[in-house]
C-alpha cells in the first residue's frame, strides 16, 4: 500500500491551499482516510478524519470551520482543502488511511501512512 501526498507549499496567512493524498495498492472498503501534523518541536496531532462513504467527518478544534476534508472512492483520493491559514498551521502535513474501527498507531497493520507534504504559512 502506498499513499502519496501533495499539495504543501509556502503561503502568506489567509491564503488557501488544497492537499491530495493519493491511496494504492488495495482496495480500500471501510477504511477512515485522515490527516495529520507535526510542527516543528511538537507531537504529530490529529487534524481530521473521514470515513468510508464520506458521511461523517471529524475535525480538530484548531482547524474547525476553516478546514474540510473530503474523498474521492473512485480514486481512492483524500482531500484537504485548507482555507483561512494561519501561522501555527505550519506543518508537515500527513494522510494517512486504516480499517474501520482500528488504531491509527503504525503498529495497526491495517494502518498505512504517507510520507507528508510541508506546509509553511508566513505572516
Known amino acids: 500500500v502506498q499513499l502519496q501526498a501533495s499539495g504543501g507549499g509556502l503561503v502568506q496567512a489567509g491564503d488557501s491551499l488544497r492537499l491530495s493524498c493519493a491511496a494504492s495498492?488495495?482496495?480500500?472498503?471501510?477504511?477512515?482516510m485522515g490527516w495529520f501534523r507535526r510542527a516543528p518541536g511538537k507531537e504529530r496531532e490529529f487534524v481530521a478524519r473521514?470515513?468510508?462513504?464520506?458521511?461523517?467527518?471529524v475535525y480538530a478544534d484548531s482547524v474547525k470551520g476553516r478546514f474540510t476534508i473530503s474523498r474521492d472512492n473512485t480514486k481512492n483520493t483524500v482531500y484537504l482543502q485548507m482555507n483561512s491559514l494561519k501561522p501555527e498551521d505550519t506543518a508537515v502535513y500527513y494522510c494517512?488511511?486504516?480499517?474501520?474501527?482500528?488504531?491509527?498507531?503504525?503498529?495497526?497493520?491495517?494502518?498505512?501512512w504517507g510520507q507528508g507534504t510541508q506546509v509553511t504559512v508566513s505572516s
Open positions: 494517512a488511511l486504516k480499517k474501520q474501527g482500528t488504531s491509527w498507531d503504525s503498529t495497526n497493520s491495517n494502518a498505512y
Open positions: 495498492g488495495r482496495t480500500f472498503s471501510n477504511y477512515v
Open positions: 473521514i470515513n468510508w462513504t464520506g458521511g461523517s467527518t
